[in-house]
């Protein structure tokens, strides 16, 4: 980002998650003290959407400051099966899974970004912090021994956490090259005891100027470590550790000078989980925005 100019992209992004897993008494709550209740199976789909106001301003040269704001929605939908896979109803409240949708602002980053050019290559490295805007629910599996309807999704992470980014490009004529690589590291627990786990990501990237159009190809790897609650990882539900692959296309359409919209789609390829997780197969996103002209004397 060159100084005097600000950037402002606002993107969304959604996708579909699925998450089937067994249980049993008494993880079935207090319906387990009035009668046998025989073990089932849920399924629960979940839509997972964000919407992000990001900004970048360049202070001087090779030198500008970023901003995300985040707000998230979930919204859930369970059906339950006995074993075999045939429909139940339930005519009790199901103290972990049920219809609901969640809402809020996430947690904002803060970025010092610096930008260079070494040996044919374009640089750049980000340092920041994550706030600890976004709501965080008491801890599950607490309120899931007393029998109490719970929350496993947290908005946030509930600490103030360090935030670290590579990128390296390098243009081959037609085709130009991109690595990336970025960390968010919780260093000890927020609220209620929960201390989110470590996320790593990293990718490749090719991309093409195809007529006014910029294309791409890219792949992204993300591993995220275990969650916590008082020092504990969770051993039924919750985040117990994941890891993903994902291979996807995009696109970049310049409108009208000095806005852009972009479009990805990714779909995961690969994947290993520890437990009753999400099945997270495509993440598609939107995003529009506009490069803003601050130098002195232009409009």
């Not at 919209?261 to 437990?275: E, F, P, Q, S």
Request: aromatic residues 6%; hydrophobic residues 40%; contains cysteine.
């Amino acid at each position: 980002m060159e100084a005097e100019h600000l950037r402002i992209d606002v993107a969304a992004d959604g996708s579909r998650a699925l998450a089937v897993h067994d249980t049993g008494c008494p993880e079935l709550g207090p319906i387990c003290a009035v009668r046998a209740e025989p073990p089932q199976q849920h399924h629960t789909v979940l839509w997972l959407w964000e919407a992000r106001i990001l900004a970048e301003y360049g202070v001087v040269r090779e030198w500008a400051v970023d901003a995300v704001v985040p707000i998230r929605l979930m919204q859930t939908r369970t059906s339950y099966t006995d074993l075999a896979g045939n429909p139940i109803t339930l005519d009790y409240e199901n103290i972990h899974h049920r219809n609901e949708t969640l809402a809020g602002l996430g947690d904002p980053q803060l970025w010092i970004h610096h930008g260079a050019s070494v040996s044919g290559f374009a640089l750049s490295q980000r340092v920041g912090m994550s706030l600890p805007a976004g709501k965080i629910e008491p801890n599950p599996d607490v309120l899931g021994r007393q029998g109490l309807p719970h929350e496993h999704f947290q908005l946030g992470t509930g600490t103030v956490d360090p935030l670290v980014a590579l990128d390296a490009s390098k243009d081959l004529g037609p085709v130009a090259l991109a690595a990336f690589a970025q960390a968010q590291v919780p260093f000890f627990e927020g609220r209620y005891g929960y201390q989110a786990g470590a996320r790593l990501l990293g990718g490749l990237e090719a991309q093409r100027e195809v007529g006014p159009l910029t294309a791409r190809l890219g792949a992204t790897l993300s591993h995220e470590f275990p969650e916590r609650w008082n020092g504990a990882v969770p051993l039924e539900d919750g985040n117990q550790g994941r890891t993903d692959l994902f291979v996807g296309a995009g696109v970049t359409v310049p409108v009208g000078g000095d806005w852009s919209i972009t479009v990805d789609v990714r779909a995961r390829a690969w994947g290993h989980v520890v437990g009753a997780q999400l099945d997270l197969p495509v993440i598609a996103e939107v995003s529009v925005g506009r490069l803003l002209h601050l130098e002195s004397g232009t409009e």
